[in-house]
């Protein structure tokens, strides 16, 4: 008679307190009217965020002094109008994030799930594979890469889609190796299934979710990467309204009118932590350990 | 006897840890090389945009662009292992002389930024575990998820106007003072705290949660001891292979930071080679950078093999 | 002889569950009190509260718990720990999970000393090694500079017991110390804390589910059932007249030397353990027992058989099952 249950009478499910549900939605709203607003964009913008009007430039938004009532945020050093390019900003932003996930996801999940599965000399090569990625700079690479090729949206987009891939391998790996050995996998084979019938149909749902968390995370990362490769000049190419390069093309102009990379930042965080904490509430909600808490 | 075993077991283990840090390095090696050569036409990058058809193919000639790729790989390689980085394009002088004077100012900012890190994360992230589930704990756990959505580049900026323009209390850029490390330090240092605070946390949690703990207790030690002496030796591991991987990326990332606070740093240094297609250079600092973070992973490991007797044997 | 420990109606709840209801117990010196009862009954929380090692969510109440004439419920967390393992000692069930796999036997021992007599670690290590020879273990010297997976399971359990008696404690509490070791060890570590309770005149509180072990350690028995005593008295007492129907079902599930005859099969108790939720009222036994009648519902009042014996039933001592209607 094992008596564990005896001292240790507190082995209770982890449940989402009320304040991560509230956390876990407002991620959720924010991600979701970011698509709202990325996907009617020209419907939203007030201006063509191209337009230049040479008039009207470095006009303050409407809080300030001087401004127009017409550029809600103002306009930026050449006259274009900041809101309009922030809405075309998100479109962006969420392209790198959406495609970038997409291919390092493939890549990572494939060679995550083939190590997982296979074990042995085949998992000792994928963990190599994740340890040279990993010291690899990524940003430098990054530069470089665009730098040689020319800077594009696809070129940014691939180049990150090839670095951002080990995170996704090493959680389908683990999560992996743990279904491997589960009963009905190992019935699934019995029962003559082809191998790659067994990866994709068997294992990949059961590893899914934890996957979701991973591919919520690796966007924030890519939007991040994006926006730091096109302030530095390496990313995506002018006049797109990326972010990161109306931060950069604000620069020069930061201590005169603050506000001009004040702004972009401020959506860049807002996207971001959206993405953030719809993450970490799926991850909290698929946390189904029990623990006992002694202290 | 006993240490006979002890140390036969550690000498093969840090024989096999170190085979493997070698094969890194000699794939990163080959990486670093295929980086510059493979995407798109290298002579025609450093010709840059105005050149004519005879100006490349100058180029090509001077620098042995036309030989087999192979070729040029195992005599660059070479060089490399004699410590020859090759020359630069743009300063006409060695890389390795030019990484040598940069690295220094890199190497501090680094590790100003990782100190500032471990001051901030270590102590959160423990007070947290001990008031899991409280106010105090959810609000240092949103200090975290806040801080993972900044990006560091705008914080910079931020700093730089505050900090630098309004309040006149630092530099604006450049490292003349000791002054001068401090924006760039904790910018470096913000986007290692979300990491380094939530490992703390949830290694200090479960190590808490373990039965020795209440055993420490029953033997009627003090908070302070059972916390910092029971629960954090052993919730320890995972937090300094973290920070040996978190000052690697701080190193990786010191190219952004560098630039926004123009700190005469190796980060610096690769990105104006590559904005001038000074190529030598940003191979030179991409593998030293990956040697750089290799070389921590392996001390983390080793640290923590001595952190736990149980991984000795 | 004035008890050195003595607590009168605990009560533990934890948000769903009441784990103690109600516990009412003495430890006179130099005497070994057992607690015994199944898996869930409250025997450990009870230990635990003894301590102040309840975890957050437990909420404790009682009328007194007192050592000597301190009341234990009075003190704060830092008095507790500056008793807790200087004058009441513990020991767990697991050994290997309970100690630090990060630090040495020795480190693990001295710091006890360290702590409550202000001792140096030299000091501490050599009163460390006297008490692993006291123990049993070969080498101490050794065995100090060893980590805890490097010892076998019963070795482990001996040097818990050590470092629980480095200061000497009056109060030795042991929560169902030989459950995870092998039988043939088990017996090892049993005869040693008893002669250790002899020769160092502690006051042992044993939890335990096993009557066996009770028959063999205690001069004094508590038997337990779904968070209340619904028995207690002196060991042979109970033994030879067991009066709750769980204690005389527990009685009949085990072989006691001299009670049951070669051949005769053993008993078992149908059902299982109920949950007690706030405001249960009345024997939480009835759903079990055969005797078990309507008023059973109503609270049950402790009842006097003589001789230190007290049961918590309706029945009346010397109750035969033929005779219930």
């Known amino acids: 008679m094992k008596t564990a249950d005896d001292t240790q009478p507190l082995w209770r499910r982890r449940r989402l307190p009320a304040f991560g549900r509230l956390a876990t939605l407002l991620g959720a709203s924010i991600v979701v009217t970011a698509f709202v607003v990325a996907i009617f964009a020209p419907y939203l913008t007030p201006y063509d965020p191209f337009a230049q009007d040479l008039n009207l430039r470095l006009v303050p938004p409407v809080w300030m002094e001087s401004s127009h009532a017409a550029h809600l945020l103002g306009t930026d050093q050449i006259g274009r109008d900041y809101l309009s390019r922030l809405i075309y900003g998100t479109r962006i932003s969420l392209l790198i994030g959406v495609l970038t996930v997409i291919t390092s996801g493939l890549i990572g999940v494939t060679i995550g799930i083939v190590g997982g599965f296979y074990g042995g000399r085949v998992d000792a090569l994928v963990m190599f594979l994740i340890t040279c990625r990993l010291s690899i700079p990524l940003i430098l690479v990054a530069l470089t890469v665009v730098a040689l090729v020319g800077s594009s949206l696809t070129v940014v987009i691939l180049t990150l889609g090839l670095l951002l891939w080990e995170r996704f391998a090493v959680v389908a790996r683990t999560t992996t190796m743990q279904v491997r050995n589960l009963d009905y996998i190992a019935a699934a084979q019995a029962a003559g299934a082809s191998r790659a019938h067994v990866l994709v149909r068997e294992v990949l749902p059961n590893i899914a979710s934890h996957l979701v968390v991973v591919a919520t995370l690796e966007m924030a990362l890519a939007i991040l990467l994006e926006a730091a490769l096109s302030f530095l000049g390496l990313g995506v190419p002018q006049p797109l309204p990326s972010w990161g390069l109306m931060i950069a093309e604000a620069k020069e102009y930061m201590f005169f009118s603050p506000w001009v990379i004040v702004t972009p930042g401020v959506a860049l965080f807002i996207l971001v932590l959206g993405i953030n904490l719809l993450g970490d509430g799926l991850r909290d909600m698929l946390r189904t350990d029990l623990r006992h808490r002694g202290w | 006897m006993h240490l006979v075993f002890y140390l036969s077991t550690m000498l093969s283990f840090i024989f096999r840890r170190l085979w493997l840090s070698a094969l890194v390095c000699l794939t990163v090696l080959v990486i670093s090389f295929m980086l510059t050569h493979l995407s798109g036409d290298l002579a025609a990058s450093i010709a840059g945009p105005n050149a004519t058809a005879a100006d490349i193919a100058i180029i090509t000639k001077n620098y042995g662009l036309d030989r087999p790729l192979v070729v040029q790989f195992f005599d660059w390689a070479g060089h490399v292992a004699e410590g020859d980085l090759g020359r630069s394009y743009l300063f006409h002088v060695p890389v390795s002389g030019l990484i040598r004077e940069r690295l220094p100012v890199t190497l501090a900012l680094g590790l100003t930024g990782l100190i500032i890190a471990m001051l901030i994360a270590l102590p959160l992230g423990i007070i947290a575990a001990m008031r899991e589930g409280s106010a105090i704990d959810r609000g240092i756990m949103l200090i975290a998820l806040l801080g993972q959505a900044v990006p560091g580049f705008w914080l910079g900026l931020l700093l730089i106007v505050l900090f630098g323009l309004n309040l006149q209390w630092l530099p604006i850029s450049g490292i003349d003072t000791w002054k001068g490390y401090i924006m760039p330090g904790f910018v470096l240092a913000f986007s290692a705290i979300p990491a380094l605070m939530r490992l703390t946390r949830s290694g200090m949690i479960e190590a808490l949660c373990a039965d020795y703990i209440r055993t420490a207790r029953a033997k009627g030690l003090s908070t302070t001891t059972i916390v910092l002496k029971h629960a954090l030796r052993n919730a320890a591991m995972p937090v300094v292979s973290i920070t040996a991987v978190q000052l690697g990326f701080m190193l990786g990332g010191s190219v952004v930071t560098e630039s926004v606070f123009a700190v005469p740093g190796v980060g610096y240094l690769a990105w104006e080679s590559i904005t001038k297609n000074d190529f030598p250079v940003v191979q030179a600092v991409v593998l030293f950078l990956a040697v750089i973070y290799i070389a921590l992973a392996l001390l983390a490991d080793m640290m923590n093999a001595l952190l736990d007797p149980r991984l000795r044997i | ?325």
């Open chain 3, 1 to 325: 002889m004035a008890p050195v420990l003595s607590i009168a109606n605990l009560r533990v709840s934890f948000p769903r569950m009441e784990a103690v209801r109600g516990v009412s117990l003495t430890l006179r010196g130099g005497e070994t009190h057992c607690l015994v009862g199944e898996s869930g009954c409250g025997k450990s929380i009870s230990a635990l509260s003894v301590m102040n090692l309840l975890p957050r969510s437990a909420v404790r109440s009682a009328d007194h718990i007192r050592f000597h004439e301190h009341d234990l419920l009075a003190m704060s967390e830092r008095q507790m720990a500056w008793l807790r393992g200087d004058k009441i000692a513990m020991i767990f069930q697991e050994p290997m999970t309970s100690l630090n796999p990060a630090y040495t036997i020795g480190s693990q021992m001295a710091e006890v000393l360290e702590r409550h007599r202000r001792a140096s670690r030299r000091q501490a290590l050599d009163r460390a090694a006297e008490l692993l020879a006291r123990v049993g273990i070969t080498a101490p010297g050794m065995r100090l500079a060893q980590y805890p997976h490097q010892l076998s399971g019963g070795l482990r359990q001996r040097m818990m017991i050590a470092t629980a008696l480095m200061c000497d404690p009056e109060v030795l509490i042991a929560d169902e110390p030989t459950t995870a070791l092998d039988v043939t060890v088990q017996s090892q570590v049993l005869r040693l804390l008893r002669k250790l309770q002899q020769e160092m005149g502690l006051a042992l509180l044993l939890i335990t589910h096993d009557f066996g072990i009770v028959a063999r350690m205690a001069e004094h028995v508590s038997v337990m059932y779904a968070g209340e005593v619904v028995e207690s008295g002196p060991v042979e007492q109970i033994i030879k007249a067991p009066t709750h129907p769980y204690t005389r079902g527990l009685l009949n599930c085990i072989p006691v030397p001299g009670m049951t005859k070669p051949g005769e099969p053993l008993g078992s108790i149908p059902g299982g353990v109920p949950h007690i939720g706030r405001g249960f009222l009345g024997c939480g036994f009835r759903e079990r027992c055969p005797m078990a009648a309507r008023e059973c519902a109503e609270p049950v009042h402790l009842h006097d058989a003589g001789e230190d014996h007290f049961y918590r039933c309706r029945l009346p001592p010397d109750w035969k099952l033929d005779a219930s209607p």
